[in-house]
């Protein structure tokens, strides 16, 4: 079992309740330097337990830790070394990059103009443009660049390949990569298994608000194909998400003698 100083993130025992939807004792945990793939069908709850994680949305009960560190009570400083983007950037469309970043910067005792620069040149963009004049891909790496620059050591995306063509999908599928050599750790919630085939090496698994698996991406398609659900992480979520439909017998055209 991986040491606790050894996780990033740890969740134990999370709720949250909706009128018409809970998390139910989520528990899981995110290991120093992973990309750990969030992974659910649409509706299973990732975007609750992502939001629940941040402090966006208040949770009912449960323990929320970073780098060893409760959330309750070390808010802001836990903030100031995560990263959070939800995809691609949908506000201040017709504001200039340079202002966006000047806004943000506010937010951070750490911020690093230097860094800043480093992203924006490796992702090339111009400070001078607008989002609305952005591709999907690139608003994407735009909110990169703003979650990394103040030094985050740990990224929370919520879907940030969601809409993007292949192309832009593997080119930000590279990038993680980049980054997890640089020593940051990644979470991010998909429902494109053949994301996480590229790059991931940890999957939690949500379904229908619980946690239907955590461990080690090798670990968790060895032990699935051996129970026979499957070879690949589309086989194995097909197994467990599939359901049967029945509509009736058609009803008969012959008119009675």
Known sequence: ?????????EVRD??????????????????KGSITGFIGRNGAGKTTTI????????KKSGEIRFFGLDLDSHEKEIKERIGY???AIDYYKKKRIRDLIAVTKRFYEHWDDEAC?????????????????????MKVKLNLVLAL????????????????????????LDVFEALRKTGVSILFSTHITSDLDKCADRIVYIKEGRILASDAMDRYLSDCKAAGYGETLEEVML?????????????STEQPL
């Open 85 to 87: 983007a939800g995809g």
């Open 14 to 31: 999370l709720c949250k309740e909706y009128p018409s939807f809970r998390l139910e004792n989520v528990t899981f945990s995110v290991p």
């Open 149 to 172: 620059s103040h030094g985050a050591e740990f990224l929370i995306l919520d879907e940030p390949t969601s809409g993007l063509d292949p192309i832009s999908r593997e080119e930000l």
């Open 51 to 58: 939001k629940s994680v941040l402090n966006l949305v208040h």
């Open 239 to 251: 197994h467990f998400e599939k359901k049967e439909f029945s509509f009736g017998a058609p009803e």
């Open 117 to 137: 620069r480093k992203f924006m040149n490796a992702f090339e963009l111009s400070e001078e443009k607008m989002p609305s004049e952005l591709s999907e891909g």
């Open 1 to 9: 079992m991986t040491d606790s100083k050894e996780m990033i993130l």
